[in-house]
């Protein structure tokens, strides 16, 4: 298969609830190429004796675990050749990303011959992207150099050079084909990088994210390169506190004399090691002023937030191995590699406001503001440490209650996204025992009791395994719970669910068997039940307003439609312009499922921040618009929610309303937007007295 349906397979498999817009923008195609790469797909994967790719009506993709064995086993082959995909298209930013890597790593001039030969692209497209790279280079104190006879070359200090080469590669590897580059230009391979680094784990006693391992290595192949390939550059670099670390030390024995010709040069291959994030620390040697304003700054966090901090020393030990990386970063102007992910949920604001208070003895001895992304990760440290002490879920066991099946989470992601899907697997799976997480790289699938992996990628292994995407949204949380408790024989859902049917519809008239079974297997698959005393959800009621409903002859379109539906919640504030345009823009394929029934449509999107308030916008039609999935809409209910989760029990009603079809047809021939209003409160009050 070639290069897109090889991605378009890897992608599907690391996510299946994805959508058929989701990975068309993810993968850069239109959908028109995404349908014929899967059509394609399918046919190699049958010629194979290899089992195809199903789409659901929701537009989610099935693959089996024979597939994701396949694309474990494909993806182990990959990771052996590393070799250049060839021609390949390169915008204008990763043009001058290379151009600065290639002259910064290669010799001590790179001429016009060489650039466009290397980014085949014409002369003149090179020469328009040199004055970007000369406006990039003057930014940072550098400039760049040519000379008729040799061809181009980058000036200015050493140090900052360094800086602008880790800064570079930080940058390059991650744009697509970034990482082929720097193993075609840089002078020292891949695997003798990796092979020392791993040296260096075992004598610091630390062990590298997968994110960051990988980050790590290119780094130092950049950085050793140069040494190598440039004898007349001098850098100078001499730092008291490098040199009193415990890495200082221990990397002496383990990095080779070839990397490094002077002390400077040393001193900055350890401060690579320095500022690169761990999973953990065995040891960290502090000056007594960091360790003063280490304690310092957990002092004010306590007095802050009103939080006691029962075993300080731990906790102290466990934030220094993350903050100890970063202040090395922020002082010497490393690129930080991991970036926090940005849920824009308020406690986390508030958190990241308390973060920029506490952090300022840090600041003090750093000399320099920490940034917001730097900021934002060393905030996600304190929430996870500060709750419940982490539960210490990277080291021991988080709890000793006795569950039915034991499960290992393997992520190739950096700390901080593990974390996260660490806390969200737990909150999904409570039959769950996860006791740990690691890296791709360090996984071992013997160890004694796991009988599940949960991984962000596809793995060899022998053992179950579930491929999930570190940010889950609530339909793919269900969906996952769904697959294990059944797959995993932790309730017989389908056999429960089809001896229910056969009581229920041997003792009771049933009018709609497809929603019952759907309700059921809810039911059976809820991870939480209800508790007597525990408000109940909202109806649809509590989300409807008579002003927020319209009732009109026809629209142009769908897009007007939605516009028109929206207008009053728009019109009130509860909404923002970008979030109508989010919605629109989710409609716009064949493939899109906001729908129920025949007849009903119900654009939403994400909310991130654009929905003031809860509430939905009705327009009811009595001529149906086309969607562009050939679906005839007479109701458009556009649906604002503040947060997912609170709204269940209002869109099953809303369901049951658009799986009713004299209802329907009732709503529309409504004359107003009163009637109509009164008509949803009667549907529900029917509704409800059939239940009861």
């Given amino acids: 298969m070639d290069d897109r349906e090889a991605k378009l397979l890897r992608a599907i498999v690391s996510d299946t609830g994805a959508t058929s817009a989701e990975l068309a923008s993810r993968l850069k195609i239109t959908r028109r190429q995404l349908d014929y790469s899967l059509q394609k797909l399918n046919r190699e994967l ?26 474990a086993g494909t993806s182990n082959a990959r990771k052996t050749t590393r070799v250049n995909d060839g021609l ?29 030969i ?12 040199l004055k970007g790279v000369t406006k990039a280079l003057h930014e940072v104190g550098l400039a760049l150099a040519y000379d008729r006879q040799n061809g181009y070359r980058i000036t200015g200090p050493e140090l900052n050079q360094r800086r602008m080469l880790l800064q570079v590669t930080t940058q390059l590897l991650a744009t697509a084909g970034g990482e082929a580059d720097i193993q075609s230009l840089t002078a020292i391979k891949h695997d003798e990088v990796a092979k020392i680094v791993a040296q260096a784990e075992r004598k610091l006693g630390t062990n590298y994210s997968d994110k960051a391992l990988h980050q790590l290595v290119a780094s130092l192949q950049a ?26 030390d221990k ?67 466990r934030l220094v191995s993350h903050l100890q990386p970063a202040f090395y970063r922020v002082k010497y102007g490393m690129p930080l590699i991991e970036s926090a992910y940005d849920s824009g949920e308020a406690d986390q604001t508030i958190l990241l406001d308390i973060v920029r208070e506490v952090i300022k003895p840090i600041e003090k001895l750093a000399k320099k503001k920490f940034p917001d992304n730097e900021l934002r990760l060393i905030s996600y440290y304190f929430g996870l440490v500060i709750n419940d002490s982490t539960d210490d879920h990277f080291d021991q066991s988080r709890r000793e209650a006795e569950h039915v099946l ?99 519809t041997k003792n009771a008239a049933v009018s709609n068997l497809d929603k019952l079974r759907h309700d059921l297997q809810a039911y059976l698959v809820s991870s939480q039940t209800p508790q007597e005393g525990e408000p109940e959800l909202p109806d649809l009621m509590a989300y409807l307003a008579p002003e927020h409903i319209q009732h009109v002859r026809k ?61 939905f916008g009705v327009l009811v039609l009595d001529q149906p618009v086309a969607f562009p999935n050939g679906m005839a809409i ?19 009603q809303l369901a049951e309303i658009a799986l009713n079809k004299r209802q329907v047809r009732k709503i529309v021939a409504a004359s107003n937007p009163a009637e109509i209003y009164e008509l949803f409160k009667a549907a529900i009050k029917e509704s409800s007295n059939h239940e009861s």
């Fill in 46 to 71: 049958n010629d194979q004796n290899l089992p195809v790719i199903k789409r659901t009506r929701a537009g989610a993709m099935q693959v089996t675990p024979t597939l994701v064995d396949y694309v």
């Fill in 88 to 116: 390949r298209y390169r915008d204008e930013v990763q043009r001058g990303l290379d151009i600065i890597f290639y002259i910064l790593v290669n010799e001590q001039y790179i001429s016009l011959d060489h650039l466009y």
């Fill in 118 to 129: 290397f980014l085949e692209v014409g002369k003149t497209t090179v020469i328009q992207d």
């Fill in 223 to 248: 950085d050793v390169s140069r040494t190598m390939t440039h004898d007349d550059a001098e850098l100078n670099f001499s730092e008291r506190a490098v040199r009193g670390s415990i890495e200082y």
């Fill in 251 to 317: 990397l002496r024995v383990v990095i080779p004399t070839s990397w490094y010709r002077t002390e400077a040069e040393f001193e900055w291959l350890v401060l690579i090691f320095l500022s690169t994030n761990t999973w953990q620390r065995a040891a960290s040697s502090l000056e007594d002023a960091f360790a003063e304003a280490v304690d310092t700054m957990i002092s004010r966090f306590e007095e802050i937030t009103y939080t006691h901090i029962d075993d300080r020393e731990e906790f102290r030990d």
């Fill in 406 to 504: 034991k499960a290992l989470i393997v992520s190739n992601t950096g700390i901080v996204q593990t974390h996260i899907l660490y806390s969200v697997l737990e909150d999904t799976l409570p039959e769950v025992h996860f006791v740990g997480a690691t890296s791709v790289r360090e996984f071992d699938d013997t160890r004694e009791g796991i009988n599940i992996v949960f991984a962000t990628v596809p793995l060899q292994t022998t053992l179950k395994q579930f491929i999930v995407p570190v940010n889950m949204n609530q339909i793919q949380r269900v969906n996952l719970r769904y697959r294990v408790l059944r797959e995993m024989d932790v309730i017989a859902i389908d056999e429960k669910i089809a001896a229910l049917l056969q009581i229920i």
């Fill in 555 to 615: 629209v142009a379109d769908w897009r007007s439609a939605i516009t028109q539906s929206a207008a009053p919640l728009l019109a009130d504030g509860s909404i923002t312009g970008q979030y109508l345009a989010r919605i629109i823009a989710a409609n716009e394929g064949e493939d899109a499922y906001s729908f129920l029934g025949t007849a009903m449509a119900i654009p939403h999107a994400d909310a991130q921040g654009d929905v003031k308030r809860d509430g």
């Fill in 634 to 652: 007479n109701i458009v209910v556009t649906l604002a929610l503040v947060e997912a989760g609170q709204h269940i029990k209002a869109i099953n």
